[in-house]
């Protein structure tokens, strides 16, 4: 019997197939970034997408690796929220150091 998926394990499918898209790969080409065989690459990528099977925590970090986007912002579920994450997350250090300072001045 199938487990009912939870909402972090759809919002985690929503967000990788949203970032693959945006990349323009395929579920294959993921899959064998992050190490899984060819044969089974795209049949796993697409469970974790669907939310029909939620990746183990050392998996998703090889997939928001090869993503290229932070973990925490496979697992957000506000849109606002991840949406930063990315920003931050693409960001050169000094970059996000100089965003997150003035952006905290800016709310204080």
Known sequence: MLSTPSSTATVLGRRMRARREDLGWSQEKVGVL?????????????????????????????????????LAYLYCEDDDS??????????SKTKR??????????IA
């Not at 044969?39 to 997939?63: F, N, V, W």
């Open 97 to 106: 150091a100089k965003a997150l300072a003035l952006w905290l001045a800016e």
């Open 34 to 70: 992050i190490g899984i065989d060819e044969s089974a690459s795209r049949a796993r990528i697409s469970r974790y997408e669907l939310g029909t099977h939620e990746p183990p925590i050392k998996t998703a970090r090889l997939i928001a690796e090869v993503l290229q986007v932070p």
């Open 82 to 91: 991840a949406r930063l994450l990315l920003a931050l997350g693409t960001m």
